[in-house]
């Protein structure tokens, strides 16, 4: 006969009364630090003519995609918002001047997302915040191989 030894379950810390409350602790401590850092960034980004800060994700992704666009629904998917609330916002840059939509190849009402003069070389300006604030928030508090370490237990979250 043999056994097989299972690890000893993990204690509960920072006195918690079940070890499953670190999962809720992992939670909350990722919404306060964006809390503590978005309203820097939005002030930050206003100044640049950005209302919301998705508003870089879009252009981004518009960017990347190149001289043919993004088509709507592939950016909704890639962005994980709802149908109505990337219309909105895309109807805000457009008139705002930094997008464009054209329609796309083929059947139905598709729409591709294209960059306009206004926005060319605005997502370095844009980058540029947040590379500041976000390095002068938690530089000091991990070192790069943590850094890396934190990226890989999150990246194991996203779906």
């Known amino acids: 006969m043999s056994f097989t030894l299972m690890p000893a379950p993990r204690q509960p810390q920072f006195g918690d009364d079940t070890p499953e409350t670190a999962y809720n602790r992992v ?29 870089y994700e879009i252009l981004y992704a518009v ?23 990337l219309s909105r916002h895309v109807t805000r840059m457009e008139k705002a001047g930094l997008i464009r939509r054209e329609a796309a ?21 844009i980058w540029q915040v947040y590379v500041t604030l976000i390095q002068n928030a938690l530089g000091p508090h991990l070192t790069t191989d943590e850094a890396y370490d934190l990226v890989r237990y999150l990246n194991r979250l996203y779906r």
Do not use: H
């Not at 809390?35 to 919301?52: F, V, W, Y």
């Not at 990347?64 to 918002?81: H, K, P, S």
């Open 27 to 55: 939670f909350f401590a990722i919404l306060r630090i964006q809390r503590s850092l978005m309203p820097e960034i939005e002030k930050q980004l206003r100044a640049l003519g950005i209302a919301d800060p998705i508003w």
């Open 63 to 85: 960017e990347q995609a190149g001289a043919g666009g993004v088509q709507m629904l592939a950016l909704q998917n890639r962005l994980a918002v709802p149908q109505y609330a």
């Open 105 to 125: 190849p083929g059947a139905g009402r598709g729409q591709n997302l294209l960059l306009t003069e206004k926005s060319l070389g605005l997502q370095d300006r």
